[in-house]
């Protein structure tokens, strides 16, 4: 596509609910990445596939966060017994390489926890 | 000590005028850096990139890296209302491949 594609574009979860949040990235862009927007502050670094391999989740804030990209292509981002403290933009970016080049982003996800 | 510092702001300036935008690393392995822009309620938009000492320049914007003080800048010449928003510092984690990690960012305000 011609962009970067996130869905849903707004999700209410109640406390406790799994969600799943996805990401269609450029096509052919290799790399992809998910990162997480709390209000007033910069995104924070989630995890980053390179196709299908998730080369570096080191960003997941714990074992409820879990994301895949089994295609290498289309990603999905899954919290699972969702908190409060979760609510934030979720962001999904893409580039045609890895190292050293800016990301694309997503319009993002704004997820509500109540 | 934060990866990547930002003066939040708000930095006002009317319009017409250069507004400067400042940006502090502590990774000295970093190689990347990348200026975004992003407004309210939109997703970051990449306005510049730099990955070597000096100046790179792009229509008003110009991007400055001084990687022995640890240092990169934006300037935004002629300064217009739509100018207004967040920017965003970034920069490569080196021992983490190729996640960026971001500032908090610097709220421009830029009146007419």
Same mark, same amino acid.
């Given at each position: 596509g011609a962009g970067v594609s996130q869905s849903p574009r707004y999700k209410v979860a109640k406390r406790g609910q799994d969600v799943a949040l996805r990401c269609d990235p450029i096509s052919g862009h290799v790399s992809l990445f998910w990162y997480q927007q709390a209000l007033g502050q910069g995104p924070e670094f989630l995890t980053y596939f390179q196709n299908e391999a998730q080369? @570096?989740? +080191? !960003?997941? *804030? $714990? @074992?409820?966060f879990f994301a895949e990209r089994p295609e290498g292509s289309v990603s999905t981002l899954k919290i699972q /017994?969702?908190?409060?403290? @979760?609510s934030a933009v979720y962001l999904c970016a893409s580039s045609? $390489? !890895?190292? !050293?080049l800016g990301y694309t982003f997503g319009s993002g996800t704004r997820l509500t926890v109540v | 000590q934060k990866e990547v510092e930002q003066n939040s702001g708000p930095l006002s300036v009317p319009e017409g005028a250069i507004a400067s935008l400042n940006c502090t690393y502590s990774d /000295?392995? =970093?190689q990347s850096f990348f200026w975004y822009r992003q407004y309210s309620g939109k997703s970051p938009e990449l306005i510049m990139s730099i990955y070597s000492n000096g100046d790179k320049e792009d229509g008003r914007f110009t991007a400055q890296l001084n990687k022995a003080s640890q240092y990169v800048s934006l300037l935004i010449r002629d +300064?217009? *209302? $739509? @100018? =207004?928003a967040t920017y965003l510092c970034a920069v490569n984690r080196p021992q983490a491949g190729t996640a960026l990690i971001f500032g908090k960012g610097t709220t421009l305000s830029v009146s007419s």
């Amino acid at each position: 596509g011609a962009g970067v594609s996130q869905s849903p574009r707004y999700k209410v979860a109640k406390r406790g609910q799994d969600v799943a949040l996805r990401c269609d990235p450029i096509s052919g862009h290799v790399s992809l990445f998910w990162y997480q927007q709390a209000l007033g502050q910069g995104p924070e670094f989630l995890t980053y596939f390179q196709n299908e391999a998730q080369l @570096d989740k +080191s !960003g997941l *804030p $714990s @074992d409820r966060f879990f994301a895949e990209r089994p295609e290498g292509s289309v990603s999905t981002l899954k919290i699972q /017994r969702t908190q409060q403290e @979760d609510s934030a933009v979720y962001l999904c970016a893409s580039s045609a $390489s !890895g190292q !050293g080049l800016g990301y694309t982003f997503g319009s993002g996800t704004r997820l509500t926890v109540v | 000590q934060k990866e990547v510092e930002q003066n939040s702001g708000p930095l006002s300036v009317p319009e017409g005028a250069i507004a400067s935008l400042n940006c502090t690393y502590s990774d /000295r392995g =970093s190689q990347s850096f990348f200026w975004y822009r992003q407004y309210s309620g939109k997703s970051p938009e990449l306005i510049m990139s730099i990955y070597s000492n000096g100046d790179k320049e792009d229509g008003r914007f110009t991007a400055q890296l001084n990687k022995a003080s640890q240092y990169v800048s934006l300037l935004i010449r002629d +300064s217009q *209302p $739509s @100018d =207004s928003a967040t920017y965003l510092c970034a920069v490569n984690r080196p021992q983490a491949g190729t996640a960026l990690i971001f500032g908090k960012g610097t709220t421009l305000s830029v009146s007419s």
